[in-house]
């Protein structure tokens, strides 16, 4: 997969609980405007590279990153509990930026999170910054597993992973034919003004799911995190691209295409 710039032209959605729907392998996932894919007929909610921790490894190396950028995120978190009453959460990689998110003022306010939420079900997919990292405490409750975790059962079977499955090296077996969904670039587009090339375009995080028409669907999740950014992506002839912003998403259509550039 290619992190280079793109051009869009969908208008972003105004602010709202606005979503859409896509047929994924058979599954029918809600894409939400809040950086989070909802399956109804597993009552999962799904999200990727949260990178807990990360506000105050930037304090240390003196950027003025504010600590309420977690508190921000676990409030998400919150919402989309309280709108979708999951059963479980799955995290497709990066719970935590790195160890310091285990033995801080960062572990303290995620326990406590975690506590209003003790009857939910959590996944931790390993991803590459949970390498670091070390696996949660275990007082947090959190089940961890490797990449490849199949999560589905019949025709409806998805594989869960960090990084894309082509470049896992993780991924062996039957998973490889299981279609698969994944975090870790942090995917975005750059969208352009319609009235002129020449005006400064809008990164927007995105949904990007590729392969759909190889046989091989892998659908990647833009970064949770706030304090994440995004790398410009390249989607090729027959990918789909849903675009985040302002509280809603929207498909981005044969507009999108690739252009010079990077995140």
Partial sequence: ??????????????????????????????????????????????????????????????????????????????????????????????????????????????????????????????????????????????????????????DRRLAMHHEPPSESRDQAGPEKATPALCGHLHPGVRLHHARGRGRPGLRAACYWFSGLELGRPSGMLPAFGRCTGCAMIRPAAGDRVFVVGDGGVIEAGAGVRGEPGRA
């Fill in 1 to 154: 997969m290619h992190s280079e710039g793109t051009r869009a032209d969908p208008v972003l959605p105004a602010s709202g609980e606005r979503s859409c729907e896509i047929d994924f392998g058979g599954a029918t996932l809600t894409l939400t405007g809040d950086r989070a894919i909802w399956w109804a007929d597993e009552r999962a909610l799904l999200l990727a590279d949260v990178h807990l921790g990360k506000p105050a490894s930037f304090r240390e190396r003196g950027a003025p990153v504010p600590e309420d950028v977690t508190a921000g995120d676990l409030a998400r978190m919150d919402a989309l509990i309280a709108r979708y009453a999951p059963e479980r959460l799955v995290i497709l990689g990066d719970l935590a930026h790195d160890r310091a998110a285990w033995h801080s003022t960062t572990l303290d306010a995620f326990a406590a999170w975690r506590a209003t939420h003790s009857g939910l079900g959590v996944v931790l997919v390993r991803g590459n910054h949970d390498r670091w990292a070390a696996d949660p405490p275990a007082s947090l409750g959190i089940e961890v597993v490797e990449p490849g975790w199949v999560l589905g059962s019949g």
